[in-house]
Nanobody, 123 residues
Framework: QVQLVESGGGLVQAGGSLRLSCAAS????????MGWFRQAPGKEREFVAF???????TYADSVKGRFTSSRDNAKNTVYLQMSSLQPEDTAVYYC?????????????????WGQGTQVTVSS
């Protein structure tokens, strides 16, 4: 069992930056692929990014070049650095952990989820 707790959300003006953190419980964090998803009001949850066990990353086209995910296995934490934020980035952001490997861009690939953190970008 893995428990995930996100933090770092908040209100920011367009063009600003935020860094989300996701702290994981357990001693096997390093073996998980870690993903980021978001859900805006009235919309379906969408993939944002994932970082593999080895640290390689994949991003949604909508955030490529603006968001960067990283992980610190010693701290059992994954990060999402978000820059050049726009109002359309407003959503609840979730981190998730997957035991599997590969191109994990859909929620069904993930086994554990955090509670989410709100990101609001004002224009």
């Amino acid at each position: 069992q893995v428990q995930l707790v996100e933090s770092g959300g908040g209100l920011v003006q367009a063009g600003g930056s935020l860094r989300l953190s996701c702290a994981a419980s357990g001693r096997t964090f390093a073996v998980y692929t870690m993903g980021w998803f978001r859900q805006a009001p009235g919309k379906e949850r969408e993939f944002v990014a994932f970082i593999s066990r080895s640290g390689s990353t994949t991003y949604a086209d909508s955030v490529k070049g603006r968001f960067t995910s990283s992980r610190d296995n010693a701290k059992n934490t994954v990060y999402l650095q978000m820059s050049s934020l726009q109002p359309e980035d407003t959503a609840v952001y979730y981190c998730a952990a997957a035991r599997g490997i590969g191109i994990l861009t859909t929620g069904r690939h993930y086994d554990y989820w955090g509670q989410g953190t709100q990101v609001t970008v004002s224009s």
